[in-house]
């Protein structure tokens, strides 16, 4: 708890004794912090950058250790589905491979 400041710790040591509202402070908390720190995640690039996939489609590669670009950088693979990508897999939803 280093870097936290002394009210985030004195909260914190007082609100273990209510490990549920606990949780729900601290998700409050990380809410409110990521709304304040976070402005609209800006990129300032020096590249073209296009927008591939359909509208209203969730789209994902899925592999960390592979690149979604073939070797001559002329196609991308990609996943899309209408799904909620973080629901598990439904048949009824079908992911295209793009």
Known sequence: ????????KTIAKYLSGFPRLKKYVKRLYQ??????????NKCITDYIVKDYGTI???SFFGYYDKCPINPQSNLLLWHE?????RMPPDPSHPVKII
């Open 1 to 8: 708890m280093q870097s936290f400041n002394t009210l985030e």
């Open 81 to 85: 589905t209408d799904l909620d990508t």
């Open 31 to 40: 809410y409110f912090s990521y709304f304040i720190a976070n402005p609209q």
């Open 56 to 58: 209203g489609f969730e």
